[in-house]
């Protein structure tokens, strides 16, 4: 028998919400739905496709930062002109390197956050495109970060998207290896102190201000303890983080030459092909770590670490906790957490089997609306609630922005908070309604009936509440957003 109360469960707590036409599809068999969509899939999403590659990212901020440069000496004599001519500090801001960058930035950003947003508005695979959401966020690089302010998109697009439903092991090395991880948590300037860099300094790389990289950076090396495998309480040790963070000294990416930045040609090469092992850069000699001891390999020496992280108990525990939470609830019920570990563990990181378990579990299907929709979950919604395909004025990144998660712009590398606490703000939730209200009365139609959206939407989850507030609305614009705007459109 169709389950449309299950169903809508699948559509909000694994999907993105449905379109109008999808939730009796998916009532046929709301598990099954799910799960034919956790595996691999080879082609990008079109609006994602056209979206730069890595090297053009990094080709990006290295044009700018020569240009800056290179206009750099007559900082001083625009300064005085200024004053001669009567031109205020305020006018000449617009000038400065800060409004500079931003308008330097501003249009790819903009394009990458909207090309995201289309993918999951329009996307046949909504749950898929949620799996890649919560990887982006349990691997972040973010704008938030200047120099790795063009890098977030493709390195979702590089490491993320084509290990969603693979082995963990290999997300965790496509991350670790990216340009874009590399530069967010500043591998690139990590030199071992025994190394030939370190010893004759002539043999470092510049940097782009004209110095070298003088010792050991333990930026990504915590964070890939902390963040990304073990967990804050996974059992490691600040010895354990300075051996992983010598193991992976050297590991950088192929810097653009001045013939690159003056260059029109296409820069189409991906983060992976990007990587570069630095063997000068590299500590040499063999390291201990979590009591295991690597002998020297050269690049080979951090993937051995990093695969053993990946298939650590630690590990297992931690991603599991991480899913639960973000699937079932913000204190996840203890037997789901060790039943997803378990799949973890005895599949090996088969993230595929891992949510298989996921699913299977009676406790992700028992309570709606336990979890409350993140801004861009619920902005997403509201954008497939109304089938549309392109993405209308004022639902962009601004709005995203205004209701404070602005996508690839996390203020720092543990992502976006997964609890209802960090988003039931007073002012939050007033950016919501605001943006529902707003919404609303730019999508509003005679032909398009509230009500039936709301069933089409949430099924028997709509609350009479709801049904009573719509069905009294003077006008369809205003039972839409009476209808956007309710406590079960915010969770899932």
């Given amino acids: 028998m169709p389950d449309l109360r299950l169903a809508a469960i699948a559509t909000h707590r694994f999907g993105l919400g449905p379109r109008p036409d999808e939730l009796r599809i998916v009532a046929a068999d709301p598990r099954g739905w799910v799960k034919a969509q956790l595996g691999p899939q080879h082609t990008l999403p079109a609006p994602i496709a056209a979206l730069p590659p890595a090297e053009d990212d990094l080709l990006a901020f290295g044009r700018w930062l020569a240009r800056r440069r290179l206009n750099g000496a007559n900082g001083q004599r625009i300064e005085d002109r200024a004053e001669r001519q009567g031109v205020t500090q305020e006018d000449l801001q617009r000038l400065s390197i800060e409004e500079d960058f931003v308008q330097n930035f501003r249009e790819r950003v903009v394009r990458a956050v909207g090309a995201r947003v289309e993918a999951a508005m329009t996307t046949e695979t909504p749950v898929h495109e949620r799996l890649v959401h919560f990887w982006g966020n349990h691997f972040t690089v973010s704008t938030a970060k200047p120099g790795a302010i063009a890098l977030p998109p493709s390195f979702e697009k590089d490491a993320i998207r084509p290990n969603v439903g693979g082995r963990f092991a290999n997300m965790l090395l496509a991350s670790t290896k990216h340009p874009g991880m590399i530069v967010y948590l500043d591998n690139w300037l990590s030199v071992g102190p025994n190394s ?217 590398p543990d992502g976006w908070a997964d609890i209802a606490d960090a988003w039931l703000t007073a002012d939050l939730v007033w950016k919501r309604l605001e943006f529902a209200q707003a919404y609303s009365a730019r999508i509003a139609r005679a032909d398009l009936d509230p009500m039936s959206l709301g069933e089409a939407c949430l099924g028997p989850l709509l609350s009479d509440e709801t049904r009573t507030a719509v069905s009294r609305a003077e006008s369809p614009a205003q039972g839409l957003a009476l209808l956007c705007g309710a406590p079960e459109m915010q969770r899932r």
């Fill in 196 to 412: 030939q860099a370190a010893q004759n300094p002539s043999r470092a790389r510049r940097l782009p201000g004209g110095g070298r990289p003088t010792g050991i950076n333990e930026n990504l090396a915590r964070e890939v303890l902390e963040l990304h495998t073990l967990g804050v309480n996974g059992g490691y040790t600040q010895t354990d983080v300075q051996a992983l963070a010598a193991i992976i000294t050297g590991w950088t990416y192929e810097r653009p030459r001045l013939r690159d930045l003056v260059s029109d040609s296409v820069a189409d090469r991906n983060g992976a092909q990007l990587f570069e092992f630095d063997e000068n850069a590299h500590e040499p000699g063999p390291k201990t770590l979590l009591n295991r001891t690597y002998p020297q390999t050269g690049v080979a020496q951090g993937e051995a670490a990093l695969n053993d992280l990946a298939r650590h108990p630690s590990t297992a525990r931690f991603i599991a906790t991480k899913l639960t939470r973000h699937y079932i609830a913000d204190a996840p019920p203890s037997a789901a957490v060790a039943r997803v570990e378990r799949a973890f563990r005895e599949s090996e990181g088969d993230l595929r089997v891992t949510m298989e378990a996921l699913v299977d579990s009676s406790e992700a299907w028992e309570t709606p609306f336990a979890k409350f929709k993140r801004p861009e979950e619920y902005a997403i919604t509201l954008l497939r609630l109304a089938n549309l395909r392109t993405i209308p004025p004022g639902a962009g990144i601004a709005a995203l922005g205004a209701m404070g998660q602005r996508p690839y712009a996390a203020p720092g």
